[in-house]
């Protein structure tokens, strides 16, 4: 793992993170890692986590590693163009975990990586994803 997040930088989180009990444990340049217990509220039917949480959580990383600026003044968003997901296996640990990385990209548009394990080691889902930078703004990050 690599970048933790700096206090400065933190952001609220969105609605569907805050449901989802995504947190972001780290956000460095070209990095993002989101992590999730594995709670009740994400299981489907057959008692398993969603394949739908682990699409939210690839995405969601996938989104931050490319719009980090290191600057709590200035937030960069992004849209999801395009992901693709392979599931891999199942948790059986109590956390998931999610880090992304940038692979590449231009002034508009980014290219990312990222994957999913459980807090045992277990690779769980993985995906990539293109995403398209939309206009900074600036803001007042809450702490």
Same mark, same amino acid.
């Given at each position: ?42 299981m489907?039917r ?22 980090? +600026? !290191?600057?709590?003044? /200035?937030?960069q968003?992004?849209? =999801? ?5 392979? @599931?891999?296996? *199942? $948790? +059986? !640990?109590?956390?998931? /975990?999610?880090?992304?990385?940038? =692979? ?5 548009t @980014?290219?990312? *990586? $990222?994957?999913?394990q ?25 702490k």
């Open positions: 793992m690599n970048g933790d997040l700096d206090p400065r930088l933190r952001e609220a989180p969105s609605p569907l993170s805050e449901t989802l009990g995504f947190e972001m444990t780290g956000w460095s340049d070209g990095y993002a890692r989101i992590e999730a217990p594995l709670a009740d509220q994400l489907n057959q008692g398993l986590p969603h394949g739908g949480v682990y699409a939210a959580m690839l995405d969601t990383a996938m989104g931050f590693c490319g719009c980090y +600026t !290191g600057d709590p003044e /200035i937030r968003n992004a849209l =999801t163009l395009s992901m693709t997901v392979n @599931f891999l296996s *199942r $948790a +059986t !640990g109590s956390r998931l /975990i999610a880090e992304a990385r940038v =692979t590449g990209g231009g002034r508009s @980014f290219f990312a *990586r $990222a994957e999913v459980d807090d045992t080691g277990a690779r769980i889902a993985e995906a990539t994803g293109v995403f398209k930078l939309r206009s900074s703004k600036t803001t007042t990050v809450t």
